[in-house]
Every structure is written in C-alpha cells, then in structure tokens.
C-alpha cells in the first residue's frame, strides 16, 4: 500500500524537484517517470546515504534490484528515468560523471502489435449496434459505435474522443478541435466528407436524446455533464471482442483499444505506398496529426506488416527499373 507523499527528503531533494518542474515546464505530465524519482530518494533516505557524491554505480544496481520488476518493459523505464535524471545532474554540474553507466538492459518480448483493418472495423461496428440500452447508459449502441469510427478513422487517443464536447466538433470547417490532450498540447483534427456525416448524424441524435444539450456538454456522455471514461471504452470494447471471433496469428499481441489508433498509422503509411508518395516526406505531418511530439515518436506505431513489405517492394522495384532504364 502507497503511503502519503510527504516531499523528497534525501540529499536529492532539491535537485528531484527541480528536474521535475523542469520537465513540467516542457509540457510533460511526468507522473509515472515522479514516482520512480520518488522510489529511488526513499531509497537513498533508508540506507544513510547523505552526500551526493556517494552514490556510485553500485548503490544504483542495488537500489535496482531491491525493485523486481517482472516485465521487462518496466525496469526498462525505472532505468530510463534514473539514466535521463542523472545525465541532467551531470550536465547541471551536481555531479562529476554520471553513476548509472551503461549496461545491458533485458531483452523486451518482441510482440507484434494486432492490427485492424476495413473489414474487422465493419465487424466491430456491427457488433457495437447490438450494444442494449441500460436505465445508465442510453443510447449505447450509437455512442460507442461513434467513438470506435473516431479511434479508427481520425486515430485520436481514447482519452481524447472522450474529453471532446459538442463546441469542439466544426462542421462548418470540418474539423476537431483537441483541448489540451498529452504533453498539454491542443490541435486540429481535420476530417472528410464520410467522417462529417457521421458526426452531423450522431449530433442530431444525440440532440434527440438530450433536447437541452449545451454546446459545452460532453459529446459522449451517458449522463447530463459527465463524459464517457476512457476506462469504461475499454471495458466496452473488451467486451465486445469475443463477438468477432477473431484469430490471433503466433507472436501477434492481444487486441487492444490502443489497435485502433495504431492500425490508423499503419493504414496511413500503407495508403501512402499504395499512392506513390514517399512515407519519410509525410512523417512529420502524421506525427502533427495525431499530437505526437517529434516524428519519432510516431515511428513507434509504423509496424511492419506483409502488407507494408509488399507495398515498400513493389517501390523498389520500380524504382530499380526507371533506374536501369536511365542507364
């Protein structure tokens, strides 16, 4: 069980803080990347260590063990955080060199992401229309059946579709408007003619339901003013997958909501392939697309599929061929 977080109160302390306010001030929530802060200074209270210099190679690797942590994705993170940290007490001059020096991290599980395309959102949609009605939940089927076309179609996160209000959709323009979504940043997300009309419908609708319906009410909510949490979209969606029966190849991952957003990316590149534009060209608008902070962190969703093999083959032959033609 967590204890009440009182303040740092090793040697760090001081520096803890600032570097924290530091990465705040750059937008970043940083509260998982806090906590692991917080673990290593009860850490450092515990076993007397009161000077900075102190704190060797060795008090980091036991302070590391002294954390199991089974998934290798998770001491991957503690160590990121403890690396990016004491890189910044070096540069800030609080430390000669840095303590945690380079070491082998443990191999992460390489799972391939499941992946929707057309056909299995078709799927998905028809299931979600037969979602019932509950004296909580009105208009089940053609909430959810809108916020999985969002997720898919435009790629937003989950917690996006749901902090959205009915002021934020712009027909006029057709646009979304993102408040403040991760990293604090706000956007616009435009979308076509297919996607309007789905919006234009489901807003009639939902005017129907809720003939007061102020323009800064939630755009799915199943009550006056609270909007859908992104957990219960989850647990919808959860829900709903046995219903598709869908089959999982060897070494593909669990679906999961998060899919939908990543099959938008792959789909994007693909369709970009498929239309003989050049992916690396397109990054960056992409990335600006879906409120990523720099293009690499869009790289992440780019998973290689057959699909996207055969698509990237077919341009290079092409381009050998013009090539030898030339010649």
């Known amino acids: 069980m967590r204890t009440h977080f009182v303040g740092y109160q090793s040697v760090f302390s ?3 803080e ?3 306010a530091f990465k705040r001030a750059l937008n970043r929530r940083y509260v998982s990347e806090e906590y692991a802060l917080r673990l290593f200074d009860q850490y450092v209270v515990a076993h007397n260590i009161t000077t900075i210099t102190d704190v060797s190679a060795e008090v980091v690797d036991a302070f590391l063990a002294s954390r199991p942590r089974t ?3 998770s001491y991957n993170h503690l160590l990121g955080v403890l690396r990016q940290w004491f890189g910044w007490m070096v540069r800030q001059g609080y430390l000669p060199v840095c303590p945690a020096f380079p ?3 443990r191999a992460t599980a390489q799972c391939i992401p499941f992946l929707f395309d057309q056909t299995l959102v078709r799927r998905l949609l028809e299931v979600t229309a037969t979602l019932p009605d509950r004296p909580k939940g ?3 089927a053609i909430t959810y059946r809108m916020i999985f076309l969002l997720l898919y179609g435009l790629g937003l996160r989950v917690g996006e579709v749901s902090g959205l209000r009915c002021e934020d959709v712009d027909l006029h323009r057709n646009l979304l408007i ?6 604090g940043k706000s956007r616009l997300a435009p979308f076509g003619p297919k996607m309007a009309a789905e919006l234009s419908g489901y807003l009639q609708q939902r005017q129907a339901h809720c003939p007061n319906l102020a323009s800064n009410s939630p755009l799915f909510s199943f009550t006056a003013n609270r909007a859908v949490n992104p957990t219960t979209i989850s647990l919808t969606f959860h ?4 219903s598709l029966e869908l089959k999982i190849p060897p070494g593909v991952d669990a679906p999961r909501l998060r899919g ?3 099959s938008f990316a792959v789909g994007t590149l693909l369709h970009w392939y498929r239309s003989g534009v050049s992916p690396g060209d397109r990054l960056l608008q992409l990335s600006t697309f879906m409120g990523h902070v720099d293009p690499d962190s869009t790289a992440i969703y780019l998973t290689i599929t057959s699909d996207l093999l055969d698509a990237a083959n077919q341009r290079f032959e092409q381009f050998a061929i013009d090539g030898s033609i030339k010649s």
């Open 138 to 140: 009105p208009a089940r």
């Open 260 to 262: 939908l957003r990543h």
């Open 103 to 105: 070491r082998p991290r």
């Open 18 to 20: 600032c570097y924290v």
């Open 71 to 73: 998934r290798p994705r």
């Open 239 to 242: 829900h709903l997958l046995p």
């Open 14 to 16: 001081a520096q803890i």
């Open 178 to 183: 993102i408040r403040e979504s991760k990293f």
